[in-house]
């Protein structure tokens, strides 16, 4: 007891005698540099901590996708996810992150920054690593969008050439028009003062109308149009694990939206709620849509529908008020089933609903980021909105079609007829998802 | 010695196994089974578009009894397992011509 009495002694009073021993005067400005510094090293926390939040979005992709499709392609969904993250990671780092966020002297992309080497060493500013690792994941969430789009059917191989080409050149150009300024670039598309705080358009539009292309070009799963056209279904084999994948979706969206700020601030308090809220009205609307129209509450239309409110408050969750935020995510929600439907009848397979969840109600939020806009609306703002929407879709659709017909031309995109019944995971890895349990169908 | 098969809804199992259990039938054999018959599967909705599953879960229970026992064993379970509607299912009785238990070696009526 004696020496533990000595101990707590010796160690309050080395601080003391520390203290007393240099002869601190704050003045105001140190004061001010020590408030600075502390809010510095706060931005560095939240950032980093909301692209954890961000890069466990991976995690719900890859379980959405896989619940969503058939036992004998969750391989092949898995090692997507899989891929296109560390593929794209890469991508990003070499090449992506300079041309989105380097010095623009056109307003059409970056030039320099590539390879990281705005970086001084590990004694000069570190906040271009927490900045790159944010956007890392952000651009691994717009290429991942993908993989559920072109599910069951297309080749591994041409998968991975397209993951990288998406990080490294579709999403970064695209994002130096409205984001360069960020860090040391500036586009075109932001000077004209488009709104997309979180990438309602520059990530989710971006990803959504790479799908459209990569489903228009590898076609339909065999058996999912008869003969007369009718819109046959093919029903995923583990809806419990895309239910769960929503989930960890939504929680990642707290790091998605909030963590656009880069600051540890009181603001994020307001885009938490407004995210939140706009999810929970998607889910609410998506289900009753669904169950007027097919007459039963739809477990698969509801979980695209809170997905399809957070895409929505995704552009305005910052602008925006939270009523204004049950709007939007309201008529996400409509929109995404009836989005489904449509896209269905037109004969374009979209096994996860990604063309309407991202493509879709990204479009919708950005348009709805300018109307709820809470400093006001004019036409000037809803212009802006609408240049951003279309520039977006001519973009990532025309690119993503030119690089997917690219593919398919050379390697391949499509597998084989026998293989597609077999399943990708048996032709395209070898392996089964599921061993010692027999997968029909 | 009959072997009599039924294949029935999946949800009167219990129903099942606790009649023939009244009857002093000490075993038998379920599995898990698929299929179709004059019902012609039943439709389902998913994301929007309806689909039919053609072959609808059943399960197949068998038990071997002595012949003088089958006209009961048949009463027990249509009395257990009938519902009145359609899908109910089907018994099937099968001759038999030879048991044996594996354990003792016994044989035909012994062994059942």
Known sequence: ?441 | MKKIEAIIKPFKLDDLKEGLGELGITGMTISEVKGFGRQKGHTEIYRGAEYVVDFIPKIKMETVVKDDMVDIVIDKILSSVNTGSIGDGKIFVIPIERICRIRTGETDNDAI
């Not at chain 1, 995690?59 to 969503?68: D, I, L, P, Q, R």
């Not at chain 1, 990530?203 to 990569?214: K, T």
Request: hydrophobic share 50%.
């Open chain 1, 1 to 441: 007891m004696k020496k533990v009495a000595w101990a707590l002694a010796l160690f309050f009073t080395i601080p003391v005698t520390a203290m007393a021993g240099e002869d601190v005067v704050n003045t105001i400005t140190s004061n001010k540099e020590a408030i600075d510094l502390l809010q510095g090293n706060l931005n560095y926390v939240w950032t980093l901590i909301a692209a954890c939040l961000v890069f466990f979005m991976q995690a719900g992709f890859a379980m959405v996708e896989s619940g969503f499709t058939r036992a004998k392609s969750a391989v092949n969904i898995m090692m997507k996810n899989l891929m296109d993250f560390s593929m794209g990671s890469i991508a990003f780092w070499a090449i992506g992150f300079g041309l989105m966020f380097g010095t623009s002297g056109t307003g059409w992309f970056g030039t320099d920054g590539f390879f990281l080497s705005g970086w001084e060493g590990p004694d000069g500013d570190q906040w271009v690593l927490a900045f790159w690792m944010f956007q890392c994941v952000f651009a691994a969430t717009a290429a991942t969008i993908v993989s559920g789009a072109v599910a069951e059917r297309t080749k591994f191989s041409g998968y991975l050439i397209y993951s990288i080409v998406l990080c490294a050149f579709i999403y970064p150009v695209f994002g130096s028009w409205a984001w360069g300024s960020l860090l040391n670039g500036g586009g075109w598309l932001e000077g004209l003062g488009f709104i997309d705080f979180a990438g309602s358009t520059v990530v989710h539009s971006i990803g959504g109308w790479a799908a459209l292309a990569g489903a228009i070009v590898s076609g339909p799963r065999l058996g999912k149009y008869g003969k007369n056209g009718e819109v046959r279904a093919i029903p995923g084999h583990n809806i419990p694990m895309a239910a769960i994948g929503v989930f960890i979706l939504w929680l990642g969206w707290f790091g998605f939206n909030p963590g656009s700020t880069t600051t540890g601030d009181s603001s994020i308090a307001m885009i938490f709620v407004t995210t939140n809220l706009s999810a929970a009205a998607g889910a609410i609307c998506a289900m009753f849509t669904s169950w007027i129209m097919f007459k039963k509450p739809d477990i698969g239309m509801s979980l695209n529908g809170a997905l399809a409110g957070l895409v929505g408050i995704t552009a305005g969750c910052a602008n925006v008020s939270p009523s204004s935020a049950i709007i939007i995510g309201a008529i996400s929600g409509v929109l995404v089933v009836l989005s489904v439907v449509t896209i269905d009848k037109m004969h374009i397979d979209d096994p996860v609903g990604a063309i309407s969840v991202h493509g879709v109600c990204g479009a919708w939020g950005t348009l709805a980021a300018g109307l709820f806009n809470m400093g006001g609306t004019n036409v000037k703002i809803i212009t802006t909105q609408l240049i951003g929407i279309g520039a977006a879709f001519v973009w990532a659709f025309g690119a993503a079609f030119i690089l997917f017909k690219v593919i398919d031309m050379t390697i391949g995109l499509r597998i084989s007829k026998e293989d597609e019944m077999m399943g990708v995971d048996i032709t395209e890895h070898g392996a089964h998802a599921y061993n010692d349990f027999q997968t029909l169908n």
